[in-house]
């Protein structure tokens, strides 16, 4: 990805970076990302030197049709690690031992916490799944990463860019060692969670929101469901009174 298309996004979009010097030359450490849009995925890994491997959506791996099969081999060449959010878990097992497993092999491990893209642009409650139990399990420093911008490149839904810059901003390493051995700690695990959110809202400045980001896309989804129902019962019962107007006195 680096070499195929990282030079072609640089140039194009010019994404701006801070703190590039909080990712560690060498040694494990886990990319903890607010998640705006999908090409969150290709413009943090294009600004770093190193690999990045990202947990997937299951559905990028196993979609039908040539579309979904050049997706997979895409998501697959890079590197990336296929996780089924359909779970009452969320992130499944075998995913979350992929990552202790990129960690333990020195690797650079990336999360998005929220578990899916801000359905509006705003910071949701992390998921005390992947990204604690790794942290814990592992020891390896949290890194808190802010992607700015990138949800009015790629909205949810557009295939094709817009040209602007996004930016990119890299907090310090967050240091949970304190707790390691107690991923089994329900507690601790939310405790870590908020606090790497805590860390993302204060270098992306955005709005936080106190429920989880696929909790807000059905709320959004039902909304607009009965905006919808109420509109389409607004014009059969105007429809229905100009009949009535319509129709001769007897």
């Known amino acids: 990805m680096k070499f195929s298309i990282g030079g072609s996004l640089k140039l194009a979009f010019r994404p701006w ?9 060498e040694g494990p ?11 969150d995925s290709f413009f943090l890994p294009a600004m770093l030197d190193r690999k990045v491997t990202f947990i997937a959506k299951a559905e990028y791996f196993t979609s039908p049709g040539v579309k979904g099969r050049l997706t ?10 296929p996780v089924d959010r359909s ?5 499944g097992e075998a995913a979350i031992k992929a990552g202790i497993d990129v960690i333990e092999s020195g690797g650079l491990f990336g999360i998005y916490p929220e578990g899916t893209r801000s359905p509006d642009g705003r910071l949701y409650r992390g998921k005390p799944g992947g990204l604690a139990r790794v942290a814990l399990a592992t ?11 990138t949800e009015k490149i790629q909205p949810p839904g557009k295939v094709i860019p817009k040209l602007m810059r996004p930016g ?3 907090g310090k390493p967050l240091d949970f060692s304190r707790y390691h051995g107690m991923e089994g700690d329900r507690f601790i695990l939310r405790s870590v969670t908020d606090e790497v959110m805590y860390e993302i809202m204060k270098l992306s400045g955005q709005e936080y929101v106190d429920i989880y980001a696929a909790a807000a896309k059905r709320q959004i989804a039902d909304a607009e469901k009965a905006e919808k129902a109420a509109r389409a019962e607004a014009e059969k019962a105007e429809k229905a009174q100009k009949k009535s107007q319509a129709r001769p006195a007897a």
């Open 139 to 149: 020891g390896a420093p949290v890194i808190p990463v802010a992607m700015i911008d």
């Open 168 to 170: 990119i901003r890299i």
């Open 87 to 91: 779970g009452a878990r969320g992130a």
């Open 72 to 81: 997979a081999a895409f998501f697959k060449g890079v590197g990336q690690l």
């Open 29 to 39: 450490a886990i990319l903890a990302s607010n998640h705006l849009s999908f090409s």
């Open 17 to 25: 970076v801070e703190g590039l010097e909080n990712i560690p030359a």
